[in-house]
């Protein structure tokens, strides 16, 4: 269980970290990816998608206190990860993206998936109810 609380903790950390750079520093995000020359108006979106990732880190980091009890938050970051890894991938593979720009976010996405599947709570005969 400690781990668990440490992954969502981590989650937690950069996610917010992302989410607060993705709202007050969209075209330093951007340049990160390596993404040049895209009109001002895509800062709104990734000031949005900015906004997504510090509530999220929320309801993780809240979860991480009790993650049994919120086990809905390690299934959402199950979820999370696979889509964003899967999302990643057929970018990739339509050329739409490159390595460059998407091969961290699909790593790490690929990383928690595995972690969060790894160490989620399961059933064992001694905490199943009599």
């Given at each position: 269980?400690?781990?668990?609380?440490?992954?969502?903790?981590?989650?937690?950390?950069?996610?917010?970290?992302?989410?607060?750079?993705?709202?007050?520093?969209?075209?330093?995000?951007?340049?990160?990816?390596?993404?040049?020359?895209?009109?001002?108006?895509?800062?709104?979106?990734?000031?949005?998608?900015?906004?997504?990732?510090?509530?999220?880190?929320?309801?993780?980091?809240?979860?991480?206190?009790?993650?049994?009890?919120?086990?809905?938050?390690?299934?959402?970051?199950?979820?999370?990860?696979?889509?964003?890894?899967?999302?990643?991938?057929?970018?990739?593979?339509?050329?739409?993206?490159?390595?460059?720009?998407?091969?961290?976010?699909?790593?790490?996405?690929?990383?928690i998936t595995a972690a969060y599947i790894i160490w989620y709570p399961r059933r064992t005969a001694a905490s199943t109810p009599t």
């Amino acid at each position: 269980m400690r781990v668990l609380r440490f992954l969502l903790v981590l989650d937690s950390a950069v996610l917010f970290l992302l989410g607060v750079s993705f709202i007050f520093l969209p075209q330093q995000v951007l340049l990160a990816f390596h993404f040049r020359d895209l009109p001002v108006g895509v800062n709104y979106l990734i000031g949005l998608w900015g906004c997504v990732f510090a509530t999220l880190a929320m309801g993780y980091f809240f979860a991480a206190m009790d993650p049994i009890r919120n086990i809905v938050w390690v299934q959402v970051g199950i979820a999370r990860g696979a889509l964003e890894c899967l999302l990643g991938v057929f970018y990739m593979a339509r050329g739409v993206v490159t390595f460059p720009q998407a091969g961290f976010g699909i790593i790490v996405a690929a990383l928690i998936t595995a972690a969060y599947i790894i160490w989620y709570p399961r059933r064992t005969a001694a905490s199943t109810p009599t």
